[in-house]
């Protein structure tokens, strides 16, 4: 059952959601990808842990070439973390929770704990 945390991504909506706000971490994946079926129930956890302090998105690179393109993405998995519009850190790969929430906590200055 997908998270209902997680926002479904795409060239037509991407600007609107992802430029424009705080906190944000978006997961480019593809649905033949084993390591993006390795890193969703992460991504998952992500989204319930920090529920209402970042937001998090999921975009198919098969249903979202142009923003596939304009960041440069070429590898699935791919986490990028924005903040106010800006790409402030990028992962490829698997990640484990525990390293991700780190990260996390770590790249966005206004999480309030």
Same mark, same amino acid.
Request: with cysteine.
């Given at each position: ?11 037509? #909506?991407?600007?609107?959601? =992802?430029?424009?706000?705080? #906190? ?5 994946? @593809? &649905?033949?990808?084993? &390591?993006?079926?390795? $890193? ?6 992500? @989204? ?7 937001? =998090?998105?999921?975009? #198919? ?5 142009? =923003? ?7 590898? =699935? &998995? ?5 903040? $106010? ?14 390293? $991700? ?10 999480? #309030?704990?």
């Amino acid at each position: 059952m997908p998270n209902e945390k997680i926002i479904t991504l795409s060239d037509e #909506n991407f600007d609107q959601e =992802v430029l424009s706000g705080p #906190n944000i971490l978006v997961q480019f994946w @593809a &649905p033949w990808s084993q &390591p993006c079926s390795q $890193l969703s129930p992460v991504i998952d956890t992500i @989204a319930d842990e920090f529920d209402k302090k970042i937001i =998090v998105y999921r975009l #198919n690179i098969e249903k979202s070439p142009r =923003v596939v393109e304009e960041y440069r993405v070429r590898q =699935v &998995p791919t986490l990028i973390l924005f903040e $106010l519009g800006g790409e402030i850190y990028r992962k490829i790969g698997v990640i484990n929770k525990s390293v $991700l929430s780190s990260l996390i906590r770590g790249s966005f200055r206004n999480l #309030n704990y």
